[in-house]
């Protein structure tokens, strides 16, 4: 089956820090990417939605002067978390859409802890 | 705007029972897909089943089946036979079908965590 890849899966960074996590398609083209958050024994809360070549779109109540989403290619998106504070620690997963298909794939998700 | 309601924040089953996740939504859409999410302690997430909503035939997956009333706006897993394996947070989704393309994100609800007592 379809594999999206996330890097790091773990990452602690200080605060005032800025962090980069990358979400790629390893076998097929990612024509859309979508950016969740999952707070401890909570449910996942749409952040942005991303398109290849162009700007994310970000859902209501989201920074995105903090977080800054880069759709570059058909296999990669990223996010940066900039000047990460306490309460940005959190579980981010990356869902990627299969060009051409409407099925989505799951990343396994990075676990930010800001100090 | 969509949303989706799991009302069972917590549920538990014997090894080997039945149990049943209720999850009921809200749109004014008529094509849809309904999703079961299951995530594990690793956190990641495993699709368990999904419904199209224009298909009238409960999808199963092996120990996994639903009962889809569209008219109800309900969508309710059932899991038989289960196993230890089977102890996870289980999501219910939806997802609107647009003609156009692929790209709508998922809605979740807030999750039933599932305890498996041997």
């Known amino acids: 089956g379809a594999v999206v890849s996330q890097h790091p899966s773990w990452v602690i960074c200080k605060s005032g820090t800025s962090v980069k996590i990358e979400c790629r398609s390893l076998?097929?083209?990612?024509?859309?990417m979508f950016w969740y958050r999952q707070f401890p024994k909570q449910s996942l809360m749409l952040m942005a939605t991303s398109n290849e070549g162009s700007k994310a779109t970000y859902e209501q109540g989201v920074e995105k002067d903090k977080f800054l989403i880069n759709h570059a290619s058909l296999t990669l998106s990223t996010l940066t978390v900039t000047s990460a504070h306490p309460e940005d620690s959190s579980f981010y997963i990356c869902?990627?859409?299969?060009?051409?298909?409407?099925?989505?794939?799951f990343g396994p998700g990075t676990r930010l802890t800001v100090t | 705007a969509q949303t989706v309601t799991q009302s069972q924040p917590e549920m538990s089953v014997q090894e080997a029972e039945t149990v049943t996740l209720s999850c009921t939504y809200d749109t004014s859409e008529s094509d849809y897909y309904l999703f079961w999410y299951k995530q594990p302690p690793s956190r990641q997430m495993i699709l368990v089943i999904r419904?199209?909503?224009?298909?009238?035939q409960n999808a199963t997956e092996n120990r996994f089946s639903v009962n889809f009333q569209k008219a109800a706006k309900s969508f309710s897993l059932k899991i038989s036979d289960s196993q230890l394996g089977d102890a996870a947070m289980y999501f219910c989704?939806?997802?609107?079908?647009?003609?156009?393309?692929?790209?709508?994100?998922?809605?979740f609800g807030k999750g039933t965590r599932l305890s498996v007592i041997a």
């Open positions: 076998d097929f083209q990612a024509t859309t």
């Open positions: 989704a939806y997802r609107s079908l647009s003609r156009n393309s692929g790209n709508t994100p998922l809605v």
């Open positions: 419904q199209e909503a224009y298909k009238q």
């Open positions: 869902r990627a859409l299969a060009g051409g298909s409407y099925e989505q794939y």
